[in-house]
């Protein structure tokens, strides 16, 4: 089946350094989402991204569709321990057969120093 | 707010018995609903589509009459399942996409079940 690649797996930062995370595939998407997920809880959207060498800001956080549309990066600015959770990428196939299901990586778990 | 609301956020049930999720969208109208399950520290797993006046559609490895799926309305997507075991204890998530927009998927609040 089709996978994306998430890294890093985890992640133990220092508050206010900033953060980087990436997924790639060997498959071509046409549409890449970043959710953060905290315990117990579902995703929450944070950037959706739809065109190739697309660069979209939320605030901190800033993320990016790859020009070869198979990767995608998420930045996240002067962390604060709030930022904590696990964050994951997700990729819509551009492939009509898949009908339209996003296949998700396996997420980066980001934890914080205070 | 929130746009995908799922309910109970956590159920505790014994084993033998069924137990139904309910997804609702709150503010539109979702043809499609999706139904993942989560283990811990892992990613999500599609396990089905829901498709509004229509049968599911099962990923495969997804026991079609374990994990019974209705879609009775546009707003409204349930998941039941049937004859729970221990194993079956998992973090159920739901999530739609709004009409006309092919991209962004909104995620329910996620149900925590504990099959005893």
């Known amino acids: 089946g089709q996978q994306l690649n998430q890294s890093p797996q985890s992640m133990f930062i220092q508050e206010g350094e900033d953060v980087s995370m990436n997924c790639t595939s060997s498959?071509?998407?046409?549409?890449w989402l970043w959710y953060k997920q905290d315990p117990g809880e579902g995703p929450v959207l944070l950037i959706a991204?739809?065109?190739?060498?697309e660069l979209t800001s939320n605030g901190r956080l800033t993320a990016q569709f790859g020009i070869t549309r198979k990767d995608s990066f998420l930045n996240i600015s002067a962390s604060i321990p709030s930022d904590v959770g696990i964050y994951f990428c997700a990729g819509q196939l551009s492939d009509r057969e898949y009908g339209n299901k996003l296949v998700f990586g396996a997420g980066t778990i980001l934890r914080v120093k205070s | 707010g929130a746009v995908v609301s799922q309910h109970p956020s956590w159920v505790i049930c014994k084993s033998g018995t069924s137990v139904k999720i309910e997804c609702r969208s709150l503010d539109f109208q979702a043809t499609t609903m999706f139904w993942y399950r989560q283990f811990p520290k892992q990613s999500l797993m599609l396990m089905a589509t829901?498709?509004?006046?229509?049968?599911?559609?099962?990923e495969q490895g997804v026991e079609k009459d374990k994990f019974l799926i209705n879609h009775a309305s546009l707003t409204l997507s349930t998941l039941t399942v049937t004859s729970a075991h221990p194993e079956d204890s998992s973090f159920y998530i739901c999530?739609?996409?709004?009409?006309?927009?092919?991209?962004?998927?909104?995620f329910g609040e996620g149900s925590r079940l504990t099959v005893l």
């Open positions: 991204l739809y065109k190739a060498g």
């Open positions: 999530s739609a996409r709004r009409p006309m927009n092919t991209g962004e998927l909104f």
């Open positions: 829901s498709n509004e006046g229509s049968k599911a559609t099962y």
């Open positions: 498959s071509i998407f046409n549409t």
